[in-house]
């Protein structure tokens, strides 16, 4: 299958294109009886949802007529009702007949919507022409757990959808990789029905959540992350608190983080937050990115406007980069992109600055005033352990910033390739405790000795920290490690792994909006969340 890039011009809704009204958001009902639906209705009605899906199919017993009217007659939200068979992926293993009865009578109720599989759209759409109450409205759908067709496929699927007589066209695809979710842009953007297009699977996540971006007609958010009705949905919470979804217009600018694994990542919460606070028309997401140059030669138009950058693409995004800053370069790792309203990809590594200004504010709480214009690391022997991305990074920023840097780790070799590259000393991470040239120096572990599941462990023993007046560890789980624990008690001044995720996250933000960022909220955000 061809790769397709998702440029300016594609984003661009064409003249007949529908979808002006806001993209609404519809909670799927997954309660095995009645009162359970209807507490998840009143919940849904809370949370912030605009219709609830009524999933017929998860009822363990259902009795049409009495049952439908309870439900559609006591929902204090609009109605979609959806009897999936298993065929489609649903739980319905009945008579057919039965089954299209019960979406009839829904009608007849008053449901506002009614969701038809498209195999059996045309005779069902026939059947009730003449009955259909101007309210309600027929979705019908298509399911596709298998893959992501061509574009043409899809536009192919649209027509014969549209030729049931559907008020409302539903394209459910699966995601292999996450620029299968441009294909299914590309159709919302540019339909001339109202269309929920849907790319299921981790790596389909964007295609929910940038639905009012691109014109979807609805996208679908669980009522709780345990209570999914397809792969890959997300919560009408997380939606609407956590990407602020109400906020997401077509000219919206997309950012995010692309890793993998990336879910973990707290990015989205800090940056959506800051672009709230400020009303920045932006949105921060979760890219879970398998193949880096795939991945920007598709999104290549200017509302993609920048990214973070985590394991393990920081190496290989290098090599898809039009601009490098030049600190960046030499570390061989960048986790900041930004692309330039002329479309280039420009890219940083914010890391180093992160830690390093942390440092040099920990060193001046110590020492007092600093001559203007110079470092407190000037001249300060500087003790890297681990010469991995964040041993470059804490290496090149305490270099340029003129320490006398000291490079170790556990083979001789790696620590020499980068203490050679930084003009400075290369050890063993074996020989660091007996090294103490010189008491005052500075520590800063980049290391996972300590990091979570072994809190136990440490990089260096208590009585070599006493030659060291400040140590910083880049371990964030847990945010006390030993080694922070210790140093402290040999009377060192710490400086938190925190410290450099937040700072880094500062510059980043800089980057991508050309704004300070908003410190406080940063903080207060890491604190509750991390």
Known sequence: MGSLSLAASDLERSDGAVGSGPTLLCTPLMGTTIDQMLIEMQKAKTIGADIVEIRLDCLRNFNPRQDLQTLIKQSPLPTLVTYRPIWEGGQYEGDEAKRQGALKLAMEFGANYIDVELEVAH??????????????????????????????????????????????????????????????????????????????????????????KFGGYLTYGALEAGAISAPGQPTAKDLLDLYNFRLIRP?????????????????????????????????????????????????????????????????????????????????????????????KLIAFNTDYIGAISAIEDGLRGLNGAIPSGSSPLAGKLF?????????????????????????????????????????????????????????????????????????????????ALKHYCLVFDAIYTPKDTRLLREAKETGAVIVYGTEMLIRQGFEQYKNFTGLPAPEDLFRQLMEKHA
């Open 383 to 463: 003790v890297v352990l681990g010469a991995g991305g964040a041993g470059k990074s804490l290496a090149y920023g305490a270099a340029q910033k003129g320490a006398r840097v000291v490079v170790a780790n556990r083979t001789f070799e790696r620590a020499k390739e980068l203490a050679d590259k930084v003009g400075g000393k290369a050890m063993t991470l074996a020989e660091v405790e007996h090294f103490h040239p010189e008491e005052g120096m500075v520590l800063a572990n980049t290391t996972s000795v300590g990091m979570k599941p072994k809190i136990d462990d440490t990089p260096l023993p208590k009585h």
């Open 251 to 343: 000219d919206t600018k997309v950012y995010g983080i692309i890793g993998k694994p990336v879910g973990h990542s707290k990015s989205p919460l800090l940056f959506n937050a800051a672009f709230k606070s400020v009303g920045l028309n932006a949105v921060y997401v979760h890219f879970l990115v398998d193949d880096v140059e795939k991945f920007f030669n598709t999104y290549s138009s200017t509302d993609f406007a920048g990214c973070s950058c985590t394991i393990p693409h920081k190496e290989a995004a290098l090599k898809c980069m039009n601009d490098i800053d030049p600190i960046a370069k030499k570390i061989g790792a960048i986790n900041n992109i930004v692309r330039r309203p002329d479309g």
């Open 123 to 212: 005779d069902f759409i026939n059947s009730v022409s003449a009955k259909k109450p101007d309210t309600c409205k027929i979705i019908v759908s298509s399911h596709n757990f298998h893959n992501t067709p061509s574009t043409e496929a899809i536009g192919n699927l649209v027509a014969r959808i549209q030729a049931t007589g559907a008020d409302i066209v539903k394209i459910a695809t699966t995601a292999l990789d996450i620029t299968d979710c441009a294909r299914i842009f590309q159709i919302t953007v540019h339909s001339q029905v109202p269309t929920i297009g849907i790319v299921m699977g981790e790596r389909g996540l964007i295609s929910r959540l940038l639905c009012p």
